[in-house]
């Protein structure tokens, strides 16, 4: 089971590397035909993540300086970010694994599943976690690149 958790922090790794440098504006870019922009995506995939974690287990989910409603399902950004902002939501990016790890008594057991607390985070559901997460981190690849096209 940790192998799912060492993918998905090295999959934020990377995120948080490839989208390092960008301006406000670049984060805040919506490109023609997406209905959302970076950040976005960023902050959806820590929000999406943390409260499937959380609601299946006794984790809790870190508790971020930035409104996570921003970001939820059928959400769409309504307004710029600041750089504060952005910095926040990137930071946030590299918390979730390790608040996960460090919650209830997190144990590996043989039955593919993983004992936070009273409940069971089965290798389903990190499955569906680590293919959310692919979904965004492909857009925001192709994002990346209809940005710097748009300098």
Same mark, same amino acid.
């Given at each position: 089971? $940790? ?8 999959? &934020? ?7 390092? !440098? ?10 023609? *035909? ?8 960023? !902050? ?6 943390? &409260? ?19 970001? !939820?399902? $059928? ?7 600041? &750089? ?5 939501? &990137? ?9 996960? @790890?460090?919650? %209830?008594?997190?144990?590996?057991? %043989? ?5 936070? !607390?009273? @409940? %069971?985070?089965?290798? *389903? ?22 940005? %710097?096209? $748009?300098?």
């Amino acid at each position: 089971m $940790n192998q799912y958790l060492e993918k998905l922090q090295q999959s &934020r790794d990377a995120l948080h590397e490839m989208t390092d !440098g960008l301006s406000v504006e670049q984060y805040n870019y919506i490109p023609e *035909g997406y209905q959302n922009n970076i950040i976005w995506n960023m !902050g959806h995939i820590i929000t999406v993540s943390e &409260r499937i974690l959380s609601k299946n287990s006794d984790f809790i989910a870190p508790v971020h300086n930035f409104d996570t409603e921003l970001f !939820g399902k $059928n959400k769409k950004p309504e307004k710029p970010l600041s &750089r504060e902002d952005i910095d926040l939501v &990137r930071n946030a990016l590299l918390q979730t694994v390790s608040a996960f @790890q460090e919650s %209830k008594g997190i144990e590996e057991s %043989k039955t593919m599943e993983i004992s936070a !607390g009273n @409940q %069971k985070i089965t290798v *389903g559901v990190l499955q569906f976690v680590l293919f959310h997460e692919n979904v965004h981190y492909k857009t925001i690849e192709k994002m990346l690149q209809l940005v %710097k096209m $748009n300098k």
